[in-house]
């Protein structure tokens, strides 16, 4: 569904990502696991077109994509939930959620996407009425996933969705990915919770510095003395 072929993206004059490929096939969860710094979110917004590479290439479906604008993207099949969330928080729940869809003509589409997304999120639901500005960052943090699911996308992409959530909320974030992964969704999952990520995961890469390192299936990464050395603490 989505391959990426030896891309370099930068900020300016300053190399970020150098030479990575990777591809994502249909009805996987594909995690890019590092440390901070290492170019996973930068290779995540070249995907959503937020930045467009000075080499290789980023194609979906057969399509060359990289260079499309992000409205482009998003039409494409492509959804990106960035790490900071970016809810209109003076909006409640459910408006978050209906701006989600904004590309869903039908009308009965989105109504079927939104109970999609409460039978997910059943708290959501809850406070479908309450301003997103005053959810706990749990809630927040499955809001922006909801919303992101609004569309319907061919491809999710979640950019470090556990950070700065407390362990027991960590767990309950991973269990509702692992809700979608079982019916069949298609996920790119940048994440710093190595363990998790790599349980969930198919297969995964581990970008060190800018490049890919290391890749196999979650339990090859694992299992691997290098994945264990830098990131497990074993």
Excluded: C, W
């Excluded at 290779?43 to 077109?49: E, F, Q, V």
């Excluded at 997103?132 to 992101?148: P, V």
């Excluded at 556990?162 to 362990?167: A, E, F, N, T, V």
């Amino acid at each position: 569904m989505l391959r990426v072929e030896d891309i370099e993206l930068a900020y300016g004059a300053i190399p970020v990502v150098q030479g990575v490929s990777f591809e994502v096939r249909e009805g996987e969860v594909v995690a890019i696991v590092g440390a901070n710094g290492a170019g996973k979110s930068t290779i995540l917004k070249a995907i959503a077109g937020s930045i467009h590479p000075r080499k290789g290439r980023i194609s979906f479906d057969g399509k060359d994509i990289s260079f499309l604008s992000s409205p482009e993207i998003v039409k494409a099949g492509i959804t990106y939930v960035p790490e900071n969330r970016r809810l209109f928080t003076p909006l409640t729940v459910e408006e978050n959620l209906e701006i989600g869809a904004y590309t869903v003509r039908n009308p009965q589409q989105i109504q079927e996407n939104l109970e999609f997304v409460y039978r997910l999120f059943p708290r959501l639901k809850e406070r479908r009425r309450q301003r997103a500005g005053t959810l706990s960052g749990g809630e927040q943090q499955m809001l922006a996933i909801g919303r992101g699911l609004m569309t319907n996308p061919k491809l999710l992409m979640l950019d470090e969705p556990s950070q700065g959530l407390m362990p027991i909320l960590v767990t309950e974030l991973f269990n509702s990915i692992h809700k979608l992964k079982e019916m069949g969704k298609t996920i790119l999952l940048v994440e710093q919770n190595v363990r998790e990520a790599l349980e969930l995961a198919d297969r995964g890469y581990v970008i060190q510095s800018g490049r890919v390192v290391l890749e196999g299936t979650g339990k090859e990464l694992l299992e691997s003395d290098m994945v264990k050395k830098a990131f497990l603490g074993l």
